[in-house]
């Protein structure tokens, strides 16, 4: 059962927009400013997370080590 929500939670929106356009929606041609807005915010994303990943990882060899807690502290 929570399979099968999960997939219509997930198609429900495509299937909203694709019912909104075929009851007279506005036809599907984004303006230039629209497409090179979505193109900025995807490299930007992309970059963002390429960035992250390389300032947290751990040097060759480390062994990572979760944080503990001690006297009601946590600890690393």
């Known amino acids: ?15 909203l927009y694709a019912l909104w ?3 007279g929606g ?3 041609s984004p303006s230039t400013a629209v497409l090179s807005l979505t ?3 995807l490299v930007t994303a992309i ?4 960035w992250l990943g ?11 080590v979760p ?3 001690e006297d009601g502290m946590i600890r690393r």
Do not use: C, D, H, W
């Open 54 to 64: 390389q300032g947290r990882s751990l040097n060759r060899g480390e062994r990572y």
């Open 47 to 50: 970059a963002v997370a390429f």
């Open 21 to 23: 356009l075929k009851t």
């Open 67 to 69: 944080a503990r807690i």
């Open 26 to 28: 506005r036809a599907l």
């Open 1 to 15: 059962m929570g399979v099968i929500l999960e997939i219509l939670l997930f198609i429900s929106p495509f299937a």
């Open 39 to 41: 193109a900025i915010g």
